[in-house]
């Protein structure tokens, strides 16, 4: 789909496009990708039947030939109208669901949500914002609220869900995320949480309700991270199938969803992401005279630097060739040091009130960016962006946009070129990379801490945990940013899994120290007191702009004309800490830095927009670098300082009705002088003085 775009053409107008297995990301794509599946459930099955049978004495059953299913989407014309329902058979029957004899209840609708907490941010991959019993290991109050249920009679009952540690535990015998569905009060017969570890809809049974209304909860067993999308109560005999395709659909039908998103405007710039980088470009952007628009897909403000993910700021501001950058960042930045700390320390309201203060921006939070229409396939036009509690759709206009949401979500969305994992020395002709590219990334951290209580303490001695012995338990009260996971996995379409093994390993780990190390009296009275359940990454999509910075860049401290701010971090690239490793090969969840010292280097500007998308702006840690030079530009005094750039370009286009590419050309001169006055306050409190250096190689609790 990258390719066609960048080339303007389309599927299946120009090219026919079919992929192979079942991925939910083909769903994601406009138009959905065509694609030949294989149940993976029917070749279990027969293998074990094969296998049974060989055992007993049977020498029939050697092979067996499995069909396989064409899915079509909007990728292929339609050449053969009729096979489109057969490859969907597995869909049947639920377009014919209506609010008349069906009720769709997603969990972010549910009223009163108790212990648990709305978690959007795998919308990308599931489709949803749904609900998390995130108790750590003890049980959460229900989530409760009530439904219209349009005419008597007996109800089946669905709800999707997952059984989250089935990737590593035996899921016939542990769910630890098992919850229960109360209807007036009353359970319902299903266990719900438990089978297989991807999305699906658990069947539960069939209940006969009246018509009128009704309560319904949702109770916590344990308290390890239950998960529910949404509840799907119908009277059709159907089934609804686990693709993505069928969860849009029954939204549709169900909801009452607007067919056309609101319009919200059209702005002199937009800014999607709001972490540092993208509050400092909506900022400096504001300040200069335009009208802004930032939308962010949490309901806080901050990133990675959020009370949600609590990684503390790092580098230096106010350096290089241009020292009045980054005081726009001492203006909402937290005035206390420190990773995995209790969450005042990260003051998200400074943050909210930051950008309050700016009578220019309009704050969209809590939308997530889930489609881009263009103008021309080199120019956005808008920005359509999803409520992600209510699934209500918004769009956005502008004749500017930058892509600060760290994953490149824009950006890809557009169809810019983007890269991810580690180039091949051959690309890029980088010493330290390797001979073979491969999908390698620096991984996402899953923090936590302990507390001291009063008296003693209980934590479940859990047995569907990683094999945590005395070689391998960590004796720590704080799992600091080496607590890092995901290396080897995708970081885009494996993300939840990545954040799920994150948690996994913390409970593993502190239900060793608690229950069976040797240690343990140390650990009488403590007690889990933060897991984030929100991931800080470090790496994943790289959008490519106009250059690409690249290791000898750095290392030679070639200077470019177009250079802007400063890095001050040495080129710190993570790797899995080898006695990690050797004790868990494959599944290591320790991190060690590999630090390349570096002088301050200055940032060349062509780095922040798309070479593929004229109007896109990007800053963090999705600009245009090689793998190994995002080792020094990621951190978050640095990434602030690009959109404090980013914000100031984009105003110098809107003034001139230019592109970001003509600042380049024609008007950087008009840039230099923004960047020397800098878009800040001076007469603040400077803070911003703590984790000047690099600290990686301490691996220290105190970081």
């Not at 389309?10 to 083909?26: Q, R």
């Not at 294989?38 to 027969?46: I, K, N």
């Not at 998103?261 to 005279?289: K, L």
């Not at 939308?367 to 263009?374: A, G, H, L, P, R």
């Amino acid at each position: 789909m990258q390719a066609l775009n960048a080339l303007n053409l389309s599927a299946p107008e120009d090219l026919a496009l079919v992929g192979f297995d079942e991925s939910e990301i083909f769903s994601l794509y406009k138009p959905s990708v065509t694609y030949i599946t294989q149940s993976t459930r029917r070749l279990g099955e027969q293998s074990f039947e094969m296998l049974r049978r060989m055992i007993a004495g049977d020498d029939d059953c050697r092979s067996v030939v499995i069909e396989p299913e064409l899915i079509v989407g909007g990728s292929t014309a339609c050449i053969h109208p009729e096979r489109v329902e057969a490859g969907r058979e597995h869909a049947a029957g639920v377009a014919e669901l209506t609010p008349r004899d069906s009720v769709l209840l997603p969990g972010t609708y549910f009223r009163h949500k108790g212990g648990w907490t709305a978690d959007p941010q795998f919308m990308e991959q599931m489709g949803s914002s749904y609900l998390l019993a995130h108790g750590l290991g003890t049980p959460v109050e229900d989530a409760v609220t009530k439904i219209e249920i349009p005419q008597s009679g007996q109800y089946r009952i669905f709800v999707r869900t997952k059984n989250w540690t089935a990737h590593w535990a035996d899921k016939e015998k542990h769910a630890p995320g098992a919850f229960r569905l109360r209807i007036d009060g009353r359970d319902c017969d299903t266990l719900f949480g438990t089978g297989d570890p991807e999305w699906h809809w658990q069947a539960g049974g069939t209940t006969y309700l009246t018509e009128g209304v009704h309560q319904v909860a949702l109770h916590d067993l344990a308290g390890f991270d239950a998960r529910c999308d949404a509840i799907l109560f119908t009277l059709h005999d159907v089934a609804p199938d686990d693709s993505l395709e069928t969860v849009f659909r029954l939204r549709n039908n169900l909801l009452g969803l607007p067919a056309e998103p609101e319009e919200r405007g059209t702005f002199d710039f937009v800014v999607a992401g709001g972490g540092v980088a993208g509050m400092c470009a909506a900022i400096a952007a504001a300040r200069q005279g335009l009208r802004v628009a930032l939308i962010q897909d949490r309901k806080v403000l901050g990133g990675n630097n959020s009370s949600e993910v609590r990684v503390g700021l790092g580098g230096r501001l106010n350096i290089g060739a241009y020292p009045s950058l980054g005081y726009l960042l001492n203006e909402f930045g937290p005035s206390t040091k420190g990773n995995a700390r209790t969450p005042e320390v990260y003051e998200d309201e400074k943050k909210l009130r930051a950008i309050l203060a700016e009578e220019r921006i309009t704050l969209l939070l809590g939308y997530k960016v889930t489609k881009v229409n263009k103008r021309t396939p080199r120019t956005i036009e808008s920005i359509v962006a999803t409520d992600v509690d209510t699934y209500r759709q918004i769009v956005v206009r502008g004749p500017l946009f930058a892509d600060c949401t760290g994953d490149a979500t824009l950006g890809v969305l557009a169809g810019a070129e983007w890269s991810m994992g580690r180039e091949a020395r051959s690309k890029y002709g980088e010493p330290s990379a390797p001979d073979t590219a491969d999908g390698m990334t620096m991984g996402a951290s899953v923090q936590w801490y302990c507390l001291e209580a009063d008296a003693p303490t209980a934590f479940p001695d859990i047995e569907w945990g990683l094999p945590i012995d005395e070689r391998s338990v960590q004796i720590v009260r704080r799992g600091q940013w080496y607590w890092e996971v995901g290396m080897r996995d995708d970081q885009i379409a494996d993300a939840e899994k990545i954040r799920d093994y994150g948690m996994y390993v913390a409970y593993s780990n502190w239900s060793y120290l608690k229950n069976r190390s040797s240690v343990r009296d140390r650990y009488a009275n403590s007690y889990l007191g933060w897991v984030a359940h929100v991931a800080g990454k470090r790496e994943s999509r790289r959008l490519l702009g106009e250059f690409v910075l690249r290791e000898q860049d750095l290392m030679n401290f070639t200077i470019y004309p177009d250079g802007t701010a400063s890095t001050s971090w040495y080129i710190d690239q993570h790797y899995p800490d080898p006695e990690n490793s050797k004790l868990f090969p494959g599944r290591e969840y320790l991190s060690c830095g590999h630090l390349t010292p570096l002088s301050f280097y200055p940032i060349p500007y062509r780095c922040f927009y798309s070479k593929d998308v004229d109007n896109l702006f990007m800053a963090g840690r999705n600009i245009s670098v090689s793998h190994v030079a995002l080792g020094t530009v990621r951190v978050m005094r640095t990434t602030a300082m690009m959109g404090e750039v980013v914000g100031m370009a984009a105003s110098i286009c809107s003034k001139h009705g230019a592109l970001p590419h003509d600042v380049y050309d024609t008007r950087f001169e008009e840039l230099r002088e923004l960047m020397r006055r800098g878009a800040g306050r001076t007469d603040v409190p400077y803070l911003q003085v703590y984790t000047l250096i690099d600290t990686t190689a301490a691996r220290s609790e105190e970081c």
